[in-house]
């Protein structure tokens, strides 16, 4: 038996979703805890799920707070316990940085925030794990020194038994499909430019767009009235794939990304990707054999990939099948979750004492020796002062 612990941040997007598919696949005797952090002012909308196999401690705190006090909150939902302890973001590694733990630390490095937080945090990190090859050449070259604590692992989902068959070929309109969080750099925006691109053309096409965010009612009215579109926002992941399995191509015009796990959700079901050009887990996966790769903000190449699959239904039903395909041999969460368990299973191997940097966290007048009373004023003020400029 062995414990694993995961910090998890309470927001909707592609970290959750990773850590929830590991989650759900532990070993045997493998105990998991699931640390779920939400800050009050969030603004981007909420996971909110139920984890399975695992026990959820929830913390929730305030950024108008001593952060000195909520670090140490933090400290006590960690047991005395060796094991493993997952990090993902900023608050549970600057927690570290000011508290002395047992567990064996295991970052996971998204994206370049994550590859930022390891080259500040790094001193307290024993293992490095990342899912795309631009970040892991970028995790050696940072680190050089500590090549074996670098990991390369790529990480899956859940392969659907509903699929995209395309086992007729029709001239039917194409069944297009946006999956993401509802905010700008997700290129929500894009997706009626590139619908009229299309219809300039003389091509109609249908859309889905799934996901919730600060933006979703902005994005709503940036549609011209009339347009074939269609806002849900589904309450499970099988509700989501069953939808999946209804279109022909993803359409993800995305500003940023790192290994986007509604990509090899998508792909699993059978759709084509037409997503953004953008280094690491996009350009790993997305070949010509698999999909299209137009440069961010060319909504023109994104309308242009599009009516290729629109006038050619049997290159769109070959790299269908062959998306399925790469899903099933390279990222089936049944194989890929093995990988990940099986390291945090080495937590003892991996274990090294840490030197405390203690760096500076919070706003100015955050700091151990000065009352949190004091200090939830003065961010209190600030609040306010903000509001008014």
Request: negative net charge; proline residues 5%.
């Amino acid at each position: 038996m062995f414990n694993v612990w995961y910090f998890i941040d309470n927001k909707l997007g592609g970290v959750t979703s990773l850590n929830y598919n590991l989650i759900s696949h532990p070993l045997p005797g493998e105990v998991q805890t699931v640390l779920e952090i939400e800050q009050e002012e969030w603004m981007m909308a909420r996971a909110n799920l139920s984890f399975p196999n695992t026990s959820v401690q929830k913390i929730r705190y305030s950024g108008m707070n001593h952060a000195y006090r909520f670090l140490k909150q933090l400290r006590n939902q960690v047991p005395d316990l060796p094991g493993a302890l997952v990090l993902n973001y900023e608050n549970e590694m600057a927690m570290l940085d000011h508290h002395e733990v047992l567990q064996t630390t295991y970052q996971l490095v998204h994206d370049d925030y994550n590859l930022r937080l390891a080259a500040k945090y790094g001193h307290l990190v024993d293992v490095f794990i990342c899912h795309n090859t631009i970040i892991n050449t970028k995790l050696q070259n940072l680190f050089p020194e500590r090549l074996e604590q670098i990991f390369y692992l790529p990480h899956g989902v859940k392969i659907p038994l509903l699929y995209q068959q395309q086992e007729q070929i029709t001239n039917n309109p194409l069944k297009l499909l946006f999956l993401g969080r509802m905010v700008q750099l997700k290129g929500i925006y894009d997706l009626p430019v590139i619908d009229e691109i299309l219809k300039q053309h003389g091509i109609i096409c249908s859309w889905i767009c799934i996901g919730s965010g600060q933006e979703k009612e902005e994005a709503i009215k940036a549609w011209p009235e009339g347009a074939d579109v269609l806002f849900i926002s589904p309450e499970t992941n099988e509700e989501v794939m069953a939808i999946c399995a209804s279109r022909d191509v993803f359409v993800l015009p995305t500003r940023f990304e790192g290994s986007p796990v509604s990509l090899i959700e998508t792909m699993s079901a059978g759709l084509v990707p037409v997503i953004s050009r953008l280094p690491g887990g996009i350009t790993d996966i997305v070949t010509s054999e698999i999909g299209f790769t137009p440069e961010p903000g060319d909504n023109a190449a994104f309308a242009d990939a599009i009516a290729r699959l629109h006038h050619n239904r049997h290159l769109l039903q070959k790299l269908s099948q062959q998306c399925r395909a790469l899903t099933r041999s390279n990222f089936n969460i049944e194989e890929t979750s093995f990988n990940y368990h099986s390291l945090f299973q080495r937590y003892e191997e991996f274990y090294r004492q840490k030197t405390l940097r203690k760096q500076k966290v919070g706003a100015r007048l955050d700091h151990p020796m000065i009352p949190p009373d004091i200090t939830s004023i003065q961010n209190l003020q600030m609040k306010k002062l903000k509001h008014f400029q």
